[in-house]
Structures are given as C-alpha cells and as structure tokens.
T-cell receptor, first 113, second 114 residues
Framework: NAGVTQTPKFRVLKTGQSMTLLCAQD?????MYWYRQDPGMGLRLIHY???????AKGEVPDGYNVSRLKKQNFLLGLESAAPSQTSVYFC????????????FGPGTRLTVT | EDKVVQSPLSLVVHEGDTVTLNCSYE??????LLWYKQEKKAPTFLFML????IEKKSGRLSSILDKKELFSILNITATQTGDSAVYLC??????????????FGGGTRLMVKP
C-alpha cells in the first residue's frame, strides 16, 4: 500500500494562476481532508469530505475549491492564486470521523510569487 | 473560539534528558486529543487520548489527559537525536455545522543534541 500520496511535491505559481493539487489514498478510507501548514500555526483544515461526491468547508476555505468524484481521490483547486496561499499543503484520510488516526500524505510545498 | 495551545514553542535538550511537552485546549464538544510527531514531512500518529488519568505509553514516550483542567502532556524519557521533530497536539471535536474536526496547536519544536 502506498498510503496517501500527493502530487505535485513542489510548485511555484504566479499571482492569479490556477492549479489543482491531487491527493490519492489506497486504504479505502471514507474521509479525506486538506490542510495547510504555516510556520507556528500548526495545521488548519481547508476542506474535507465524508464520502464520494460530498465536500464540506473547514476552518480556512476561502480561495479554495475541492472535489471528490472518486472515493480514492480528493482534489484541491486554487482558481486565482495569491501570495497568502504560499504554504505547505497536506492531505489526510481516515476511516471514521470518531477521532481516530488520520493518515497524512507527504505534503506539497506551494509558493505564490 | 476553539483553540489549542502548545508550550513551549521550542526546546533544545541533550541526549538522555527527559522532556515534557504541554498542550492546553478550549474547545466545545471535545471528543479526544491526539499527539503527532512531524519530522521533515507528514505528521505521524503517536497517541489518542479520550479518558482522563489513563496514561498511554509507547516505549520512551508517554502521554496523559486531564479533562478537568483541559490539558495533556507528552513525556519523552532518555531522549535521542531521532526524537528531534515538531510535536503536534490536536483536539478532535464535534462541530454541529461541519461534522467532526481536528483542531491543531502550533506545535513544539524539539531539538535533541548529541
């Protein structure tokens, strides 16, 4: 099992450009999450999904959109990137929402200039 | 507003020392508290604590939760250079508008010197 994978690993965007980050998991988990991590701020939840075809807003959803067309994939989109979106983005998945362990991907480092 | 606060922000110790990391929280609808270790990449799960006063232990690491005083501690004994990492505390809570969510603290950066 590969666990949770993310592509790309690194990306540099110019302000106003768009991009999509892909998260894939092979553990048949129902729940998937997108976080961003900034220095000294821990991880903040952007959006999450409780199942195929469903998404919900997290703590910091503005400027991002997500889609969960297949159970194993969770896409994070930036329609018009801004320098404030420079961050490390982590995807995670879990088998329940009961407080159990979330499995994290290796992260994507995004720089917006 | 829900919040999770970790202290200290950073810590430098020498191999063999014992360290205690702190996590305090103020959240509504608390379900459980989790500890993660983050080295260069993804956080990896250490412990999940749901009940007060019951210590969870894994090798040289142990953790305990106090639901009355709203905090948890993570102890690492006989530290090794491989323990150098950022340790993240997260609280799992029920959010009526958005389902269950994890709220993370800002982390404690631990450096263990040889």
């Amino acid at each position: 099992n590969a666990g949770v994978t993310q592509t790309p690993k690194f990306r540099v965007l110019k302000t106003g450009q768009s991009m999509t980050l892909l998260c894939a998991q092979d553990m048949n988990h129902e729940y998937m999450y997108w976080y961003r991590q900034d220095p000294g701020m821990g991880l903040r939840l952007i959006h999450y999904s409780v199942g195929e075809g469903t998404t919900a807003k997290g703590e910091v959803p503005d400027g991002y959109n997500v889609s969960r067309l297949k159970k194993q994939n969770f896409l994070l989109g930036l329609e018009s990137a801004a320098p404030s979106q420079t961050s490390v983005y982590f995807c995670a998945s879990s088998s329940t929402l009961q407080g159990y362990e979330q499995y994290f991907g290796p992260g994507t480092r995004l720089t917006v200039t | 507003e829900d919040k999770v606060v970790q202290s200290p922000l950073s810590l430098v110790v020498h191999e063999g020392d014992t360290v205690t990391l702190n996590c305090s929280y103020e959240v509504t609808n608390f379900r459980s508290l989790l500890w993660y270790k983050q080295e260069k990449k993804a956080p990896t799960f250490l412990f999940m604590l749901t009940s007060s006063g019951i210590e969870k232990k894994s090798g040289r690491l142990s953790s305990i939760l106090d639901k009355k005083e709203l905090f948890s501690i993570l102890n690492i004994t006989a530290t090794q250079t491989g323990d150098s990492a950022v340790y993240l505390c997260a609280v799992f809570r029920m959010n009526n508008n958005a389902g269950n969510m994890l709220t993370f603290g800002g982390g404690t950066r631990l450096m263990v010197k040889p």
